[in-house]
């Protein structure tokens, strides 16, 4: 019995052939040459193959080929190695297949970024209270319009829900401001007024940093009925808590407990 890889190794140096050289001129990978020399066989793709390389690798070295092959099948011919075409003949993934990678890639982050923000949004709903609608009270005399009480709103408040209790106390007043963030002419008078009775208020209204709390409406312990000449315009803060107006809104009756409806004449 003979080293198959020293023999190798030997009649390469001594020709002055490096690894890669002979790797060229015989169109083997330099790491199988290296496997050759080092009787390191089990990284070969197989016996098969590694029988060629010996062909191949000998017959360049001008040794007897023959001679090394039948010592590698007598002690290797049992070798439990299975062939590996790709590990053989490694092939180049193609631009068309690395875009379609990519693009899965990009497909799969798409599709749990939409999980995760799913379930985001169906905890917050769970937590959070949904889009409401808060009827106001009636006010005598008047159709009352539903105005609507975005949750999400920090602005907004329940009008119902913070306003003082309902009370027949002549000692009830309600304290209201209007805070303008666009040009509004106000007419404010009495709640249960007569036609024709002279306004509390009549004013042009324009935005005022200076005054950061808003406008206070004159003192009427029968409460007052607001009107705007144009929706969507101001805040009223009453009874320190800030009321909304709906987008539509146009008359508004505050009663002497500081209980805001929306009205239509």
């Given at each position: 019995?003979?080293?198959?890889?020293?023999?190798?190794?030997?009649a390469?140096?001594?020709?002055?052939?490096?690894?890669?050289?002979?790797?060229?001129?015989?169109?083997?990978r330099?790491?199988?040459?290296?496997?050759?020399?080092?009787?390191?066989?089990?990284?070969?793709?197989?016996?098969?193959?590694?029988?060629?390389?010996?062909r191949?690798?000998?017959?360049?070295?001008?040794?007897?080929?023959?001679?090394?092959?039948?010592?590698?099948?007598?002690?290797?011919?049992?070798?439990?190695?299975?062939?590996?075409?790709?590990?053989?003949?490694?092939?180049?993934?193609?631009?068309?297949?690395?875009?379609?990678?990519?693009?899965?890639?990009?497909?799969?982050?798409?599709?749990?970024?939409?999980?995760?923000?799913?379930?985001?949004?169906?905890?917050?709903?769970?937590?959070?209270?949904?889009?409401?609608?808060?009827?106001?009270?009636?006010?005598?005399?008047?159709?009352?319009?539903?105005?609507?009480?975005?949750?999400?709103?920090?602005?907004?408040?329940?009008?119902?829900?913070?306003?003082?209790?309902?009370?027949?106390?002549?000692a009830?007043?309600?304290?209201?401001?209007?805070?303008?963030?666009?040009?509004?002419?106000?007419?404010?008078?009495?709640?249960?007024?007569?036609?024709?009775?002279?306004?509390?208020?009549?004013?042009?209204?324009?935005?005022?940093p200076?005054?950061?709390?808003?406008?206070?409406?004159?003192?009427?312990?029968?409460?007052?009925?607001?009107?705007?000449?144009?929706?969507?315009?101001?805040?009223?803060?009453?009874?320190?808590?800030?009321?909304?107006?709906?987008?539509?809104?146009?008359?508004?009756s505050?009663?002497?407990?500081?209980?805001?409806?929306?009205?239509?004449?």
């Open positions: 019995m003979f080293e198959i890889g020293a023999t190798l190794r030997t390469r140096e001594q020709r002055g052939i490096s690894i890669d050289t002979a790797a060229e001129a015989t169109k083997i330099s790491s199988y040459l290296v496997a050759l020399e080092e009787e390191d066989f089990e990284r070969l793709p197989g016996p098969t193959y590694a029988r060629g390389f010996l191949s690798y000998s017959e360049f070295l001008d040794l007897d080929a023959q001679l090394l092959i039948d010592e590698f099948s007598e002690r290797f011919s049992s070798a439990p190695w299975e062939v590996d075409a790709d590990v053989m003949f490694p092939r180049r993934r193609s631009a068309r297949s690395t875009r379609q990678a990519s693009r899965q890639s990009g497909i799969v982050i798409v599709a749990i970024v939409g999980i995760v923000a799913i379930a985001i949004l169906i905890v917050i709903a769970a937590t959070y209270p949904a889009l409401r609608a808060t009827p106001l009270p009636a006010t005598a005399g008047t159709n009352v319009v539903t105005v609507t009480e975005a949750a999400v709103n920090p602005v907004a408040t329940a009008i119902t829900a913070q306003t003082a209790p309902d009370s027949t106390s002549a009830a007043q309600a304290v209201v401001f209007v805070k303008p963030f666009a040009q509004v002419t106000l007419t404010v008078r009495a709640l249960g007024s007569p036609e024709g009775t002279t306004p509390l208020l009549q004013q042009k209204f324009d935005p005022d200076k005054k950061p709390n808003g406008f206070q409406l004159p003192k009427s312990a029968s409460g007052y009925l607001i009107r705007l000449d144009r929706p969507n315009t101001l805040t009223l803060v009453v009874n320190d808590s800030p009321v909304v107006p709906g987008p539509t809104d146009t008359l508004l505050i009663d002497p407990n500081g209980r805001v409806s929306a009205v239509t004449e």
